[in-house]
């Protein structure tokens, strides 16, 4: 079994998990019992303690050959171990109004027993916690203990319908059984992977799509409370993985597989019952399209149609097929619907170019000279209408990089949906994607802005060749330019914007980012939210799988 405890890794952190964390009488930092200013930190090289290590469950890694192809670069391997905690060494400043939690998560085991799994989203949740506070940095991350993940652990295989990995039926009675069981949604997991939201009431929750994958955190340690149990009768299996969250409101839409659709619903914060707003009945194809997030403005919910459309032979099927649970239906044409919130009408239903979105960015109202609303403006990292960025993200393409440039084509993808009756909607690049590599995905942007006309956005770009977004990038959707952040040999993660207590200015605040670099280590990143200028960094103890979505806790 490998041991982290056995390591011989030298790094500037400690853990926490004592009662001395902070010496709150001092301006500079402590280590565990050991005081740390800027003229011993160059002398002196802090061990890693290892009681955390050798107290907690160690993820065995996969096999050695594995390992060894992947030792480079840890964004694609498995979480070493179930749970650390610790504070890490700032180089640089750390605003001292940045005061609050980041909260990011994502798929961080990859594999089970010897058993490798075969693509980016199958991966076991990982949660990480960057916690700012006074210009200080504490690290913690933990698997969430989802009922797929405790049985595979149990089992030492996989035991849920995962997205593309399904159990090994023991026999053919098994796997009738198991058949029978979907309509229920018993066998799809609840491995919460994807995304995290802080509700409006302060609770957190981890989200996939599948609706059982809701679970309840707590974003100070990290533990698992349980599951976010809905107590409305609307029922579903999945929803949309990118909820509209608010201080006040939780807005979702809920794919019908039947009779193809998405029923609109809306949560009051503190409370767990949609509430029905209205339903978008399909205009094309045999099912609805992939919805995995949609925007809203100030008035309307935004609909994607998506050519991308659910399959059901595909989700029976014991092996993934090459779109796996989806299917592509350029026939059936794209389209965008408008919803008003308040009345549950649908003001706008139009065809559009066909595209193919994981991420919406925002969406606003245009408005005409008199001021009345003439049609919405929706952004989205929108991939060229080109399917096979899903079967780039499997983990053996990710794993095999060899300097060619491999990445699908992707821009910021805007449409315009005219309000006024027309039959057709417009898409087009917001911008010229050569600003950011023709790479556009896992973007953020000013919270205060959601619904509104806005200026800039954050997202990871390309430098050409690459097999993956390798850039963070900053678009100004006024001057239609790009600032480009870039490691050589990194995957930065998704980019999550914090603005500045009291800000007037769209882009003032800061963008937290976490870095996998080449040698096989990692750092968390800060960047100025305005001049996109590197302002600290933190090394971590050791390299972190690739993430995906965050949020921020500020400090009470």
């Known amino acids: 079994m490998a041991s982290f405890a056995s390591s011989a890794t030298k790094i500037y952190c400690t853990n926490i998990l004592s009662h001395d964390r902070f010496d709150h009488g001092k301006d500079e930092p402590y280590f565990g019992k050991v005081k740390i200013n800027e003229k011993t930190k160059k002398n002196l090289d802090l061990k890693l303690v290892t009681n955390v290590a050798s107290q907690l469950p160690v993820i065995v890694l996969p096999p050695d050959e594995v390992v060894k192809k992947e030792k480079k670069l840890a964004a694609w391997t498995s979480v070493r171990q179930e749970r650390w905690e610790g504070e890490l060494v700032v180089e640089g400043d750390l605003p001292l109004w940045l005061n609050g939690t980041y909260l990011r998560n994502g798929p961080g085991q990859w594999h089970i027993g010897n058993y490798n799994f075969r693509h980016l989203f199958d991966g076991y949740a990982t949660l990480v916690r960057l916690h700012f506070e006074n210009g200080r940095l504490i690290m913690g991350h933990r698997q969430i203990e989802s009922d797929a993940y405790k049985a595979a652990k149990h089992n030492n295989k996989i035991c849920c319908r995962e997205f593309s990995e399904v159990p090994k039926p023991d026999n053919f009675i098994s796997y009738i059984g198991d058949m029978a069981k979907l309509l229920s949604g018993a066998p799809l997991t609840d491995n919460a992977n994807t995304g995290v939201v802080k509700l409006g009431d302060g609770r957190v929750v981890c989200l996939t799509e599948t609706i059982k994958g809701s679970i309840v955190i707590d974003p100070n340690t990290l533990d698992t409370i349980g599951k976010f149990e809905f107590s409305d009768s609307l029922g579903g299996l999945i929803h949309s993985a990118h909820p509209i969250v608010t201080e006040s409101e939780f807005w979702t839409l809920i794919p019908d597989l039947i009779n193809p659709g998405y029923l609109v619903v809306r949560m009051e914060q503190g409370t767990n019952e949609r509430n029905y707003i209205g339903r978008v009945s399909c205009r094309g194809g045999p099912a609805a399209g992939w919805v995995h997030s949609f925007p809203v403005t100030e008035h309307y919910i935004i609909v994607p149609e998506m050519p991308l459309r659910y399959c059901a032979q595909n989700l029976l099927k014991a092996e993934p097929t090459p779109l796996y649970k989806f299917e592509w239906h350029p026939h059936s044409k794209g389209f965008m619907h408008v919803m008003c919130k ?39 990292c929108e991939h060229s209408a080109d399917t096979t960025i899903l079967d780039k993200l499997r983990l053996e393409n990710l794993r095999s990089f060899n300097g060619e440039d491999v990445l699908p084509d992707a821009r910021v993808g805007r449409f315009r949906i005219p309000l006024d009756g027309s039959p057709y909607g417009e898409l087009e690049a917001a911008l010229n994607p050569n600003e950011h590599g023709r790479g556009m995905d896992m973007c953020s942007f000013n919270p205060s802005y959601l619904g509104k006309k806005y200026r800039y956005a954050y997202a990871c770009g390309a430098k050409r060749p690459c097999n993956f977004p390798n850039t963070l990038t900053k678009i100004d959707l006024f001057e239609k330019k790009a600032k480009n952040w870039y490691d050589e040999g990194a995957v930065p993660f998704e980019p999550f914007f914090v603005p500045r207590p009291g800000a007037t200015e769209e882009d003032d605040g800061v963008v937290i980012s976490m870095i996998s670099d080449k040698n096989g280590e990692g750092y968390a990143l800060i960047l100025d939210g305005s001049t996109f200028e590197e302002i600290a960094r933190a090394k971590f103890p050791y390299g972190f799988p690739y993430g995906l979505h965050g949020c921020w806790v500020p400090k009470k």
Request: net charge negative.
């Open 342 to 380: 308040a009345s549950g009408n649908i003001v706008a239903s139009v065809e559009v170019p066909l595209f193919v979105t994981f991420h919406f960015i925002n969406a606003y109202e245009e408005k005409d000279e008199d001021g009345r609303v003439s049609a919405v403006i929706a952004d989205c």
